[in-house]
T-cell receptor, first 112, second 114 residues
């Protein structure tokens, strides 16, 4: 089973922010939190990752709870091109880190 | 251009006819992995490899084989395909060390087994 829990779907209006939650209550101290997204008919692509501190890049922001048991991906101004499935995964530094589990992700629908 | 290349992109085959889906990366990545994607189930890991000659099972390895004889290539082998292996397959690669590794995915291979 996936180590993360995400809502099945979320809707947003264009130009509005989107907050995508992810629960990872069994996260270990060495697990990184990664977000990927998959546009229709494409392979997944990297969005952002972090360990403890909040992170920002040109695509999104990642807010990590103080206890690290949850995180939120923030798309600041949704566009139609952001309509995709977003996956939250954990990637650790233990011997089993290569076994990455994606789960079903969150389908983001953006309405004009 | 840094990329992961999968071939074929589309394949229709029949039950029991051995096939290989190739995956090649040009980024000198140590880590490579195969996933299958089915409606409603997300991405499920089949096999992964930490380096040449080092492979390990993911969550759904049954019916598949892999090999890692060269760093750049990681073929997925279906010795005797069955209809339940009809799926969309993705190969991915990344650098090691772990944790902060960023996966680069291929464009996918859609396989239909009749």
């Amino acid at each position: 089973d996936a180590k993360t829990t995400q809502p099945n779907s979320m809707e947003s209006n264009e130009e509005e922010p989107v907050h995508l939650p992810c629960n990872h209550s069994t996260i270990s101290g060495t697990d990184y939190i990664h977000w990927y997204r998959q546009l229709p008919s494409q392979g997944p692509e990297y969005v952002i990752h972090g360990l403890t501190s909040n992170v920002n890049n040109r695509m999104a922001s990642l807010a990590i709870a103080e206890d690290r048991k949850s995180s939120t991906l923030i798309l600041h101004r949704a566009t139609l091109r952001d309509a995709a499935v977003y996956y939250c995964i954990l990637s650790g530094t233990t011997d089993s880190w290569g076994k990455l589990q994606f789960g079903a992700g969150t389908q983001v629908v953006v309405t004009p | 251009e840094a990329q992961v290349t999968q071939n074929p992109r589309y394949l229709i085959t029949v039950t029991g006819k051995k096939l290989t889906v190739t995956c090649s990366q040009n980024m000198n990545h140590e880590y490579m992995s195969w996933y299958r994607q089915d409606p409603g189930l997300g991405l499920r890991q089949i096999y992964y490899s930490m380096n040449v000659e080092v492979t390990d099972k993911g969550d759904v390895p049954e019916g598949y084989k892999v090999s890692r004889k060269e760093k750049r290539n990681f073929p997925l082998i279906l010795e005797s395909p069955s209809p339940n292996q009809t799926s969309l397959y993705f190969c991915a690669s990344s650098l090691i060390p772990a944790g902060a590794n960023v996966l680069t995915f291929g464009a996918g291979s859609r396989l239909t087994v009749l």
